[in-house]
């Protein structure tokens, strides 16, 4: 792939494919049949491809080869862009560094430039590959769409799994380390919403739009309520994470408050105990009993007494 060209597949009409390299990209002429070429935009030969020899508009090139993009539907008169995000399920990724995916359709002609691998896009090529995938281009983008978003249903669930092992943790044993694994779920969840929100509004779009047939326009639709639904079991699980936060804060202030309680009757129990001891014990002439053999066992007698009378006093208050 060191030219950028990630895959050319000519589809036959039949849920397969004909894979093409850069030559039968160039030579390609929508006579033969429905084109997706998905492409590197970080490779050079491929950015001087898009810009100069794929015949696209040079606004919609920019687009296709941008380092940034917030997802979007824009229609135009000889095709649609859309700019899409799937969940980052690279090995040692994280899911909510979304992989973005620019898209560029036309009757004959399928354009799409990456940058990172995307799972939706193997699987889609993977049944290609077998005869069994999309039989036109528009079947073609409706699929990526709906891959993508059972891909983002999926980590959705594991972190609903996850919140839920973590907020019966929250209720049995409480423990602090987890005020960190619910701040990180909650940021997960916020950078979810904050490329699938634009994202409901371009799939909306793109299923209201009169590029589709009719069959296609309703899986596009199915697709575009199901990533609602997504965004809505998101906004719960970003509420259920601060409520849970907030109990675990409140269940950990309640145990220092206990902590500090407990330290403050230790307190008060031998704060009279130590002024009686510091008392007798300065180096002075004239202490009591100091000539007295009995005296030490008479004291600690006294001082038991004490702190029966304490114990009996903080019962009586309630403070014990």
């Known amino acids: ?7 050319a597949l000519l589809l036959d009409g039949h849920g397969g494919a004909k894979s093409l390299d850069w030559q039968g990209v160039q030579a390609w002429s929508p006579s033969q049949g429905q084109l997706w070429v998905n492409l590197d935009y970080t490779s050079r030969q491929a950015r001087d491809w898009l810009s100069e020899e794929s015949g696209l508009n040079w606004v919609i090139a920019e687009t296709l080869l941008s380092e940034e993009s917030r997802p979007r539907f824009s229609p135009y008169e000889d095709g649609v862009l859309m700019a899409w995000r799937g969940v980052n399920l690279n090995p040692a990724a994280d899911p909510e560094d979304m992989v973005a995916i620019r898209i560029w359709l036309e009757k004959e002609r399928l354009l799409s430039t990456r940058r990172r691998d995307l799972v939706a896009v193997k699987e889609v090529v993977s049944e290609l590959e077998r005869g069994k995938g999309p039989k036109t281009l528009n079947e073609l983008s409706v699929a990526l769409a709906e891959k993508m978003i059972w891909k983002i249903s999926e980590v959705v669930d594991e972190f609903e799994d996850h919140l839920d092992q973590m907020e019966d943790e929250v209720l049995r044993s409480q423990p602090a380390s987890l005020r960190m694994e619910l701040s990180g779920l909650r940021r997960q969840t916020i950078q979810l919403r904050r490329y699938l929100s634009p994202q409901k509004e371009a799939l909306q779009r793109y299923a209201a739009d009169g590029w589709l047939d ?3 326009r309703l899986a596009m639709r199915e697709t575009a309520d199901k990533m609602t639904r997504e965004l809505e079991d998101l906004e719960a699980l970003r509420e259920r994470a601060a409520v849970a936060h907030e109990e675990l804060q409140n269940r950990v202030g309640e145990q220092l408050n206990n902590r500090m309680y407990v330290l403050s009757v230790i307190t008060a129990v031998f704060l ?4 009686l001891t510091g008392l007798l014990g300065v180096n002075v002439g004239g202490i009591p009993g ?9 004291f600690i007698v006294i001082l038991i007494v004490l702190v029966i009378l304490q114990a009996v006093i903080f019962k009586w208050r309630r403070w014990l």
């Open 272 to 275: 009279p105990l130590g002024f």
């Open 290 to 298: 100091a000539e007295n053999p009995q005296a030490f066992g008479l």
């Open 214 to 216: 009719a069959q296609n």
């Open 1 to 7: 792939m060191e030219n950028g060209l990630v895959h």
